[in-house]
């Protein structure tokens, strides 16, 4: 406590300082006062941590690392330089304001003030002709270099980024109280056909009553129909999670091969349109899929592979880049996209037909891609990544191929539209019953095979239910006019709904921990009322999360046009996690603070 008194104190004084309008010689001692009293409160954070293993589970007590050490120091720093760019903010719009009414008058206009930037405005959002002499101004004039030696200017700029970063360690902070203390009670799982059954028609009732809207473009697959597939498909995953409805496991596998089918056919139909193999592109999606996946395993002690969507992802993302990014002159001809396809259908099968392969392939990578269940250990640490992964191996390359083939797809369509009534209704007729045909033999007969049985199967399959599926939503103009925007936004988040529901929906308990608990802010007796405000708060920090990721995004990763502040960017950013880390561990080592030391508290 005497940590954070003395660094209130300061800022408290300098409040007084700024807010009097004090000569700049105070400016000279602010740098040394400001960074003491930083240290300070990181000391005081980092006490209030160690006491916080009071409040965690017994078999959570003794296990604070350098990861988590290292956010809390970075959550501590950033707090204090957003802190004090608002507080500069509000005392210049202040001083402005009297001045500009004592000096210019009631009668004289008023020179527009300087608003700050927006948090995806930092060092990227100047003149084309000032961009270059931005890559070239190196580090020092960075503006994360340029707030830590606070400089009014660019905590101004920076103020938006600031707050991003502020409000993604504070939601992480909630993961962290939501699932690894004492603070809320867990639930047990409770399976009921009916009350999943009602919850999911109820929400496409009120999605079709209220947010049914017409597509910009409304072609086969549009962007406005896949995000609605996306999210409705993550409804009923995110609800076979909660209830834990294992009468449903198949379709959920099939709704996973839906996502990763995704993959292949948006990343084809990028690459293969735009021809854009830009790195600072690349960059973004592997942003996109990992950044929010790597805080919370540092902030919580997780592996990777817990959150196996992600990596899953990662892999074939840049299994497509690679596959059209590599000699992709040939990507304009019929043979070269031919053997391509053909190519990785070849590659697939040697590594994961053959399980020697995949290990050897894998194993160097065993720290980054192992996973064991602490509450059913395994000695074989690669058997979820190959399980996972193997599931849903050929199905992304059936996404390329739709792709490929959409214009096809997509003309066939037209000429139908084109035709008699008559006609039309014919063959609109025989498409949909020759579909519901095939969907039911599917159905029948693989569908319905036990769980193991149907695993065997599904890396051949399930690609049928997919284009079933494709086909019935598009077989009429109407269907492909009008999508429900509600699925639309949940479509948009499903990244962020994936990873969150781990922390503050369901319950983890421990590291790497499956999630079979249910987080809960009332009395056990009331779990519908339960449901409702976890998930209240479940949707809102996952939507928040999309927000802020996205912002430090087009902040952390510019253009192709500055991609030297690219490079720049990256350099800083490994910088400083090795000297966050090299921080925490002395920290960790002076204090003592070690497992025994914490086991007694």
């Known amino acids: 406590m005497p940590q954070f008194s003395a660094a209130l104190a300061f800022y408290v004084e300098l409040s007084g300082h700024i807010l009097s309008n004090q000569p700049r010689a105070f400016e000279r001692r602010l740098h040394s006062r400001l960074w003491v009293s930083l240290a300070k409160l990181a000391a005081y954070t980092l006490e209030a941590a160690i006491a916080s293993s009071a409040v965690a589970k017994p078999e959570l007590r003794g296990t604070v690392s350098s990861g988590q050490i290292a956010c809390l120091l970075t959550y501590a720093g950033f707090f204090a330089l957003w802190t004090y760019a608002e507080l500069v903010d509000f005392t210049r719009r202040g001083r402005k304001s009297s001045l500009q009414d004592e000096e210019n008058g009631p009668n004289k206009e008023s020179p527009p003030v300087m608003q700050p930037l927006g948090a995806n405005q930092i060092d990227l959002q100047l003149p084309d002709s000032n961009k270059d002499a931005v890559a070239e101004a190196g580090v020092v004039k960075s503006g994360f270099i340029r707030c830590l030696a606070l400089d009014h200017q660019a905590l101004l700029e920076c103020k938006g980024a600031l707050k991003s970063v502020v409000e993604c360690c ?117 942003w996109r899929l990992n950044f929010l996946v790597v805080l ?200 962020e709904t994936y990873i969150s529901q781990f922390h503050t929906w369901l319950a983890t308990g421990v590291p790497n921990g499956q999630p079979k608990m249910l987080l809960t802010f009332f009395p056990a007796n009331y779990p519908l009322l339960n449901f409702a405000a976890s998930t209240a708060v479940y949707v809102f920090v996952s939507h928040r999360l999309f927000i802020v990721t996205n912002d430090l995004k087009s902040v952390v990763i510019p253009s192709a046009k500055v991609s030297k502040l690219l490079w720049r960017n990256f350099g800083m950013m490994a910088v400083a996690v090795v000297l966050l880390y090299v921080a925490a561990y002395m920290i960790l080592r002076v204090l003592g603070v070690n497992k025994k030391i914490l086991a007694g508290i």
């Open 170 to 286: 504070t939601i992480l902070l909630w993961f962290y109280v939501a699932d690894r203390t004492s603070v809320f009670g867990y639930g047990a799982k409770s399976y009921s056909r009916d009350v999943l059954g009602f919850i999911f028609l109820g929400l496409t009732l009120v999605a079709w009553c209220t947010s049914l809207k017409q597509c910009r473009v409304p072609v086969l697959l549009n962007r406005q129909q896949t995000e609605e597939w996306k999210g409705w498909m993550q409804v009923l995953f995110l609800l076979y999670h909660y209830f834990e409805a294992k009468e449903v496991y198949n379709a959920i596998r099939v709704f996973i091969a839906g996502y990763v089918w995704m993959t292949g056919f948006g990343n084809f139909s990028y690459y293969y349109k735009t021809g854009d193999f830009a790195f600072p592109r690349f960059c973004q999606m592997m």
């Open 296 to 495: 919370v395993c540092i902030a919580l002690q997780n592996n990777y592979m817990l959150y196996y969507i992600c990596p899953m992802h990662t892999l074939f993302t840049i299994m497509v880049y690679a596959a059209l990014g590599l000699g992709h002159r040939y990507n304009k001809s019929n043979a070269g996209i031919t053997c391509k396809l053909l190519i990785c259908v070849a590659v697939v099968f040697l590594c994961w037909d053959v399980k020697p392969v995949f290990y050897a392939i894998w194993s160097p990578f065993q720290w980054l891609m192992g996973y064991s269940d602490p509450r059913n250990p395994t000695d074989d640490l690669l058997h979820e990544w190959y399980f996972r992964s193997s599931l849903d191996r050929y199905v992304w390359i059936h996404g390329m191929l739709f792709a490929y083939l959409h214009p096809s797809f997509e003309a066939a369509l037209q000429r139908i539209d084109k035709m008699s009534t008559k006609a039309r209704l014919f063959i609109r007729t025989v498409i949909t019953a020759v579909t519901l045909a095939l969907f039911a033999v599917w159905y029948r007969y693989i569908y319905l095979l036990p769980k193991r049985e149907y695993n065997r199967v599904h890396p051949y399959t399930s690609w049928i239910p997919i284009t079933l599926w494709v086909v019935l939503r598009n077989v009429t103009p109407a269907m492909r006019h009008f999508s429900l925007s509600l699925y639309g936004w949940l479509g948009c988040i499903t990244l």
